[in-house]
């Protein structure tokens, strides 16, 4: 199994940064991709951005130019700098992982909350 700690939600201005760490630890050897969804009150949970194990990134339309995630494989930690930030982007920002095997093979952290003020 493993476990899923999200950092550096909070407030921020718009048009400003801000930066989300997620560390994975436990059976994190067997990772294939991790990334992050975003859900707002009403709203389904959406995909923002995704990294596999081979460095290879994904973004939803809404972020590409304003967002990045990186991968730290020795720390076992994917972090997300938002750059550009705007009212909309604001949610809680969920980290997920997808671990190379047949069972058990998705998991979740708590959120964090990012608050984008106009």
């Known amino acids: 199994q493993v476990q899923l700690v999200e950092s550096g939600g909070g407030f921020v201005q718009a048009g400003g940064s801000l930066r989300l760490s997620c560390a994975a630890s436990?059976?994190?050897?067997?990772?294939?991709?991790m990334g992050w969804y975003r859900q707002t009150p009403g709203k389904q949970r959406e995909l923002v951005t995704t990294?596999?194990?081979?460095?290879?990134?994904n973004y939803a339309d809404s972020v590409k130019g304003r967002f990045t995630i990186s991968r730290d494989t020795a720390k076992n930690t994917v972090n997300l700098e938002m750059s550009s930030l705007r009212p909309e982007d604001t949610a809680v920002y969920y980290c997920?992982?997808?671990?190379?095997?047949?069972?058990?093979?998705?998991?979740w952290g708590q959120g964090t909350q990012v608050t984008v003020s106009s």
């Open positions: 997920h992982v997808k671990l190379s095997r047949v069972w058990l093979n998705t998991y």
């Open positions: 436990g059976s994190t050897s067997t990772i294939n991709i």
């Open positions: 990294i596999t194990i081979g460095g290879t990134t």
